[in-house]
Each structure stands twice: as structure tokens, then as C-alpha cells.
């Protein structure tokens, strides 16, 4: 597995969580992605849900460490 197949896999399940939320990914390198997640209040805990283990699982079968972090989409986080 890719990074880019990580990331791509990622995306499609916080998408099936919460088909609103804005996703940003940065690739770290060839083996680590921060996705950073907009997304209403309300869905921001069935989205860790549903991202938690299958990253744990990416991370020790193919070494593929993608991180997701989770924001509201009505107070998104300081940029500076």
C-alpha cells in the first residue's frame, strides 16, 4: 500500500461517516499523512469512530501512519 492509497482510504470512510466534511491532506512522507477534518459538531465523534482503528490497523500490517484530526467546522482551529 501507497500513501496515497492510505490517504485515498482514509477520505472514503471519513466521507461515509460525514459526506459534508472538508478533508485537507498533507503527506508527510512516503509513509506518514495528517488529514485535517472540517466537519459539524455532531459528526465529529462518529468520524473518530470510524477512523480509529482502521488507522491503528494501517499503521502495524503496512506501516502506513495516517493521522486524522478533527475540527468543527464552526470553530476550525487558529491559523498562524
Known amino acids: 500500500m501507497s500513501?496515497?492509497?492510505a490517504i485515498k482510504n482514509m477520505t472514503d470512510l471519513i466521507k461515509a461517516a460525514c459526506a459534508s466534511a472538508d478533508i485537507k491532506a498533507t503527506k508527510m512522507s512516503d509513509e506518514e499523512a495528517r488529514?485535517?477534518?472540517?466537519?459539524?459538531?455532531?459528526d465529529?465523534?462518529?468520524?473518530k469512530d470510524a477512523t480509529f482503528?482502521?488507522?491503528?490497523?494501517?499503521?502495524?500490517?503496512?506501516?502506513?501512519?495516517?493521522?486524522?484530526f478533527v475540527y468543527d467546522k464552526d470553530a476550525p482551529p487558529l491559523k498562524g
Request: overall charge negative; cysteine-free.
Open 3 to 5: 500513501i496515497d492509497d
Open 35 to 42: 488529514l485535517t477534518v472540517l466537519a459539524p459538531a455532531g
Open 44 to 47: 465529529m465523534q462518529k468520524i
Open 53 to 68: 482503528q482502521p488507522a491503528i490497523d494501517m499503521l502495524n500490517a503496512d506501516g502506513m501512519d495516517v493521522q486524522v
